[in-house]
């Protein structure tokens, strides 16, 4: 794994508080100038990990190692990092320019350096015109700027942002996470960000590292977790899924109550429990290939979510759950789904994953 | 080899930590010889006799054999229960009216029940003499019973305990959920049904912490009883006269072992019930707004009407003792009382009490606060903060007249090489500090707590150590609550007078101490005028710290009055 371009390595890295373990032998590679996202719901060390890697923590074993430096017994002071934190963690006292030339006035910088350096980020986060406000006279995702700011101030080899955005409205929030990819695209600086929100994860890194109870059970590109997750857990986690109990017959089927689905076993043998999983979006009202499942429903609920509607199908001799259909507006709006009509649903070979019990 | 050790030695730690380090192992030094060893002190002589020789409970025995001072046992618990009995009822409905109606001229009501902080706990007794002395104005109304004993003790307490009370149950009561009202009125409750299922059980620790606070104050009084309690002993006066008067220390040691027994146990109880208070509320709730009602608002502006005119006529009263000529048979003005004439009692022991409480207020509040931010705000040594801040709480628990006697047997042996701050203005403001420490360090703490967890991790990430940035932020962002601090410390430094009544010496005779000495020798309206003397400058430091704070405040908290101006 060790490549010439990686920037920072975490080798089996665990910390426990107590009797609780909060991270186990965590090991990651992160090359130069990469997005990555530690996701994951709360409680699963996400954090931790993040905090371990700042200093900000003390691992119990592993090490962390920075541009092939062993950077595990530093303090936070003598390693290279900028961080940002969900409450901000804004000096309410300082204006914004002070808040952001906080760490360049430390490390002796000229004050007309100074100046023109927090100038630059002012105009990077665009915030110019706020520069002699405090930190109350702003927005929530103003502040949290400003924060990005403060961190990149000193050039920092490494940006950590733990949860940079739960704190923000919607709207914001979407604003936001363009915002500070482009920024890091713009300065090539190597992020780390922890979330818990997989939207936030899938649009913004280039590689998520999903985490539960301590360790990260999945790692890659945003379409290969989506597509590819190797487990119920991320695939329901990332994403919403129709999960379907089901046992791989004698003829290495996979059968659902009454019928019989057409799709690939991979290493389960006959008269195995399994659950089939769907993807609300992978089924279809019309069949585009031969050898596509064909499963007859009865429409008994449906959502209107705005750009889509969820429609719920009750299907019988398959499951007593209903099942999770979304339809863009634009094709329901051809269709009129109404209660009790009933529709045969398609969906490919491929789009059906089983995954075990 | 070598290189790993250097490693392990350094793991995890910068500069920062290990000035951290080695401040949290001095506060503990402090603590333990400040606080723990003349505690220490003070058990082993009570475990000793004369001659300093072990000689187990004997001394216990001897005391539970005497019923004198068992009688001065039960006197005091009786004193206690009663005040506190009393102040806590009085003080409800008081904050009641504060918080929950909408009566007129709160803020006047509030000033005014707040007076009694400003004085020395015996200007309530010396004005009660005036009052309902042997030759008071109102002798009559107490119908042949003498003011002298149980029923001044009672009266003078309640005058002093009422605003200690006031304080904890208006912050208790104005915690509070609108929407459990409104929910209630929806279910057509009557008022008086959702005053005692809505606010008695949410006031229910507010009103369990005050009495304890209230009892141990009362429990631990020295200044009260000692001026008007007469022939009537308590455990405090009991302890002073086995020490100063009988040179008895042992025995002195005893009795104070069973006045800090009930101060503990009260500690304890008050403790636990803060931490309940707080889960009750969150942030969710909605502040309670009072609503109109006449006749509950009138029934309240008359109560809280006569218990003001009760406070400006003690205090009033006090005042015009010390000025008038001979009371009471020429009421002619006259400054002659000010002009005290006693050695040692005068004019001298006003200034070291103003020297006192500066002091204190100045080393007080610098210890007190850069004890807490390290306990609140440091990320190492778990062990060591939790012990300072044991034993940051533990003052509170410990009555004044015990620390002060601690302090004796622990300074002033011979082999102590602090020896030399006996009798000292060292001595005074040292115990003053220690005594005064836990309600200076919760308020700190408080502060502290609100500040972002995260400010210290920004700083390390930009390398700027942590003392500069407690410097720059912390310090601009707490100004509030340490001049909050500074304030109360200089006020009871000014008026106490059972921590100090064993440590001054012929030099530092102190402001309070000497009001009780004037009073003992029979010139109580020299002792007016030098309790009075108290007030004016407690007074004048509160108007002076009002003015300060608003014009510093304005400058290093212009981030505040933005909020509001924008908001």
């Not at chain 1, 769907?278 to 007859?296: A, T, V, W, Y």
């Not at chain 2, 500069?468 to 304030?487: A, E, G, H, N, Q």
Request: charged share 15%; hydrophobic share 45%.
């Amino acid at each position: 794994m060790q490549n010439n371009n990686t920037y920072l390595e975490v080798k089996d890295l665990s910390k426990s508080f107590g009797n609780f373990e909060a991270i186990k032998n965590i090991d990651i590679n992160i090359q130069e100038g990469e997005f990555v996202c530690f996701l994951g719901p709360s409680g699963c060390g996400k954090t931790t990990l993040l905090r371990c890697i700042a200093g900000l923590e003390t691992q119990s074993t592993g090490s962390v190692i920075q541009k092939n430096i062993n950077i595990s017994n530093e303090p936070p002071s003598n390693r290279d990092f900028g961080i940002v934190f969900q409450s901000y963690a804004l000096f309410p006292n300082l204006s914004v320019f002070s808040n952001i030339s906080y760490g360049l006035i430390n490390n002796k910088w000229k004050k007309a350096d100074i100046k023109k350096r927090v100038d630059e980020l002012l105009s990077l986060v665009n915030l110019t015109e706020h520069a002699l406000k405090y930190p109350s006279q702003l927005s929530g995702g103003e502040q949290q700027r400003v924060a990005l700011a403060r961190a990149l101030a000193t050039s920092p080899g490494l940006l950590l942002l733990d949860e940079p955005l739960s704190a923000l409205d919607a709207k914001v929030r979407v604003f936001l996470r363009k915002q500070i990819r482009d920024l890091q695209r713009k300065l090539g600086v190597t992020t780390i960000m922890v979330t818990h929100d997989q939207e936030e994860a899938q649009t913004m890194a280039d590689r998520i590292f999903v985490m539960k109870d301590g360790e990260i059970i999945q790692s890659g590109t945003p379409s290969e977790i989506y597509t590819k997750a190797n487990s119920p857990f991320i695939a329901s986690f990332i994403g919403s899924m129709n999960f379907i109990p089901a046992i791989i017959n004698s003829s290495n089927k996979v059968k659902c109550n009454q019928i019989e689905i057409n799709c690939d076993i991979g290493n389960f043998k006959a008269n195995d429990s399994v659950q089939l999983a769907i993807r609300p979006e992978d089924i279809q009202f019309k069949q585009s290939n031969q050898d596509d499942n064909m499963i007859p429903g009865t429409i008994k609920e449906v959502e209107f979510l705005g750009s889509f509607q969820r429609v719920y199908f009750e299907v019988r001799n398959f499951t007593d759950e209903l099942i999770i259909v979304d339809v863009p507006s634009s094709t329901a709006r051809k269709i009129e789904l109404d209660i009790n009509k009933e529709l045969n649903l398609y969906f490919s070979k491929e789009d059906a994953r089983i995954y075990s019990t | 080899m070598s290189l790993f050790k250097f490693a392990d030695i350094r793991r995890g730690k910068d500069s920062s930590d290990r000035v951290g380090l080695f401040m949290l192992i001095s506060y503990i030094i402090l603590f333990l010889l400040f606080l723990v060893l003349p505690l220490g002190a003070l058990i082993s002589k009570s475990l000793q006799n004369k001659d300093g020789e072990f000689i187990g409970l004997t001394n216990y025995n001897l005391y539970l054999q005497e019923p004198a001072l068992f009688q001065s046992l039960y006197n005091s618990l009786f004193v206690a229960i009663c005040s506190t009995v009393i102040v806590v009822v009085l003080a409800f409905l008081f904050s009641y009216a504060l918080t929950r109606t909408c009566m007129p001229f709160k803020g006047f009501f509030k000033l005014v029940a707040l007076i009694p902080l400003l004085s020395p706990s015996i200007l309530a007794a010396i004005a009660l003499v005036y009052w309902f002395g042997n030759q008071g104005v109102l002798k009559e109304v107490l119908l042949g019973k003498s003011i002298y004993g149980p029923i001044g003790i009672i009266m003078a307490s309640v005058y002093w305990t009422f605003p200690h009370a006031l304080i904890i149950l208006t912050t208790s009561l104005s915690l509070s959920d609108s929407r459990l009202y409104e929910a209630a009125d929806v279910l057509k409750t009557s008022k008086l049904r959702a005053f005692f299922t809505i606010t008695i059980p949410g006031a229910r620790y507010g009103i369990i912490s005050t009495a304890f606070v209230i009892f141990t104050q009362v429990f631990t009084d020295f200044g009260v009883p000692k001026v008007i309690g007469g022939n009537y002993n308590v455990l405090a006066t009991d302890i002073y006269k086995e020490v100063v008067g009988m040179q008895n220390f042992q025995m002195g040691a005893v009795i104070s072992m069973v006045l800090l027994v009930p101060a503990m146990i009260a500690f304890f109880i008050d403790r636990y019930s803060r931490k309940k208070q707080i889960s009750l509320l969150t942030a969710r709730s909605v502040v309670f707004k009072p609503k109109k009602h006449f006749k509950v608002d009138m029934i309240m502006l008359g109560f809280c009407s006569a218990l003001a005119l009760i406070i400006i006529l003690m205090i009033g009263m006090a005042q015009f003792g010390a000025i008038v000529k001979y009371w009471p048979y020429n009421l002619n003005f006259t400054l002659k009382n000010y002009d005290f004439q006693v050695a040692g009692l005068g004019w001298d022991s006003f200034y070291n009490s103003v020297e006192l409480s500066f002091y204190t207020a100045i080393f007080g509040t610098i210890i007190i606060f850069v004890g807490s931010y390290l306990i609140e705000k440091l990320r190492i040594n778990e062990g060591y903060r939790n012990t300072v801040q044991f034993f940051a709480l533990m003052p509170m628990a410990v009555p004044g007249l015990v620390l002060g006697l601690a302090y004796i047997f622990f300074f002033n042996a011979k082999d102590n090489p602090l020896n030399f701050i006996y009798a000292t203005m060292i001595i005074l403001v040292v115990n003053t500090i220690v005594h005064f420490y836990t309600v200076s360090h919760l308020t700190a703490i408080t502060a502290l707590k609100q500040m972002d967890k995260e400010f210290e991790s920004v700083s390390l990430s930009l390398k700027i150590p942590i003392y500069k940035m407690f410097w720059r932020v912390t310090l601009p962002v707490c100004l509030p609550p340490i001049f909050d601090v500074s304030i109360y410390l200089f006020v009871n430094a000014m008026t106490t007078v059972s921590g100090v009544i064993f440590l001054y010496s012929y030099d530092t005779t102190l402001a309070s101490v000497s009001a009780i000495h004037l009073d003992e020798q029979g010139e109580v309206a020299k002792a007016a005028a030098m309790a009075m003397l108290i007030v004016y400058v407690s007074v004048a430091v509160r108007l002076t710290h009002t003015i300060i704070t608003k014009k510093v405040l304005r400058k290093t908290q212009a981030w505040r009055y933005n909020i509001l101006d924008t908001k």
